[in-house]
């Protein structure tokens, strides 16, 4: 079976035909990133306007590069919810209209649900049930993946996201848009060990996540220096706000495996491209006796393979949407 996945949840216009939910055919992507760095960050208007100009040519060319049309595709899915309320609606209406003129099922598909579905590309024999630690720019979340479309969560941040906490203590390094990625970078030239950043805990919640008073003592530092003049040693201050999430991160999924006896972990999202995350994972599994997957770096953004893929499980579940199907900001990742 194929799936024609399309992606329009933020600032990458995206396109992927998928067979079987786990083989790629075609990816063709359309970032953004050069023009929203000149804002440090994605401007929704501008975002918007740039899928509807790229929308087009870029599911004329994913079908091209798989050699097929329409016609031989299965199923439509489209990432619905949630994202950015104009960048979605674009690729739901483009979605909608093409699965009427070619009479096509259109899937609705979820961000995060697409994000963990990155793994069954990366991993042909990654199957639930399976814990996954889903982090991103703007989501933080332990999820129990019972099944391919039936999730829940287990713990999640109570603020701000990991991936958020990541840009904007760069942006305030003057590091430029994805702050996330330039301050991994940086991280690696430092002393994870030069500052002590708290490692805040949510009383009552052991699963759930706060990152806002981590970012705010970054914030304060940086501020700090520049006030007296002090030279601000970006390297030392990268690499332990990294090791600070990181651990965070780390203590909370672990904590999870062991009291729910999951013997599977996966990671996924944005951030789940983290060097320091992925070595961590990995030692901490090993130590543990636990099996560990990470999605292979390429599908670790946002991306329409990932969407074609968790389309595929979506649509032999039964989740077909008719013209009715719109676009959603905000969205549990276990709505049905």
């Known amino acids: 079976m194929k799936i024609l996945g399309i992606e329009t949840s933020c600032d990458e216009t995206a396109a992927a035909v998928v067979e079987d939910g786990r083989v790629v055919l075609s990816s063709v992507i359309a970032s953004q990133v050069e023009e929203h760095k000149l804002y440090g960050g994605v401007v929704p208007e501008i975002a918007s306007r740039r899928h509807a100009e790229a929308i087009v040519p870029v599911v004329r060319n994913a079908l091209s590069v798989a050699e097929l049309t329409i016609n031989d595709i299965d199923a439509i899915a489209v990432t619905h919810a949630p994202g950015l309320i104009g960048a979605l609606l674009v690729g739901v209406n483009f979605a909608k209209g093409l699965s009427l003129s070619s009479g096509k099922p259109l899937v609705p598909t979820h961000h995060l649900r697409s994000h963990i579905a990155s793994n069954y590309i990366s991993h042909k024999d990654l199957k639930p049930p399976f814990l996954c630690l889903v982090v991103s720019g703007g989501h933080s979340h332990i999820v129990m993946v019972e099944d391919y479309t039936k999730m829940k969560v287990i713990g999640k941040t109570r603020d701000d996201a990991a991936g958020e906490a990541f840009d904007k203590a760069a942006r305030t390094m003057g590091m430029p848009y994805p702050g996330g990625i330039e301050m991994d970078k940086v991280a690696e030239l430092g002393n994870e060990n030069a500052f002590s950043f708290p490692r ?18 970054v914030l304060n530092l940086i501020h700090n220096m520049e006030q007296r003049g002090e ?9 332990s706000f990294r090791k ?3 651990d965070l991160l780390v203590s909370n999924f672990i904590k999870a495996a062991e009291d729910f006896n999951v013997k599977t972990l996966v990671v996924a999202g944005g951030v789940s491209a983290n060097s320091l995350l992925r070595k961590r994972l990995s030692e901490e599994a090993d130590k543990k006796g636990f099996t560990f997957y990470k999605p292979d770096k390429s599908v670790c953004t946002d991306n329409a393979a990932m969407v074609g893929s968790q389309g595929y499980y979506e649509f032999l579940s ?18 049905i």
């Open 200 to 217: 805040p805990v949510v009383r009552d919640a052991p699963y759930d996540f706060s990152f806002s008073g981590l970012k705010t003592a």
């Open 231 to 239: 030279a601000v040693p970006k390297e030392d201050i990268c690499a």
């Open 244 to 246: 600070a999430v990181v």
């Open 318 to 335: 039964g989740n077909i949407a008719d013209l009715s199907l719109n676009a959603v900001a905000t969205l549990p990742i276990d709505y």
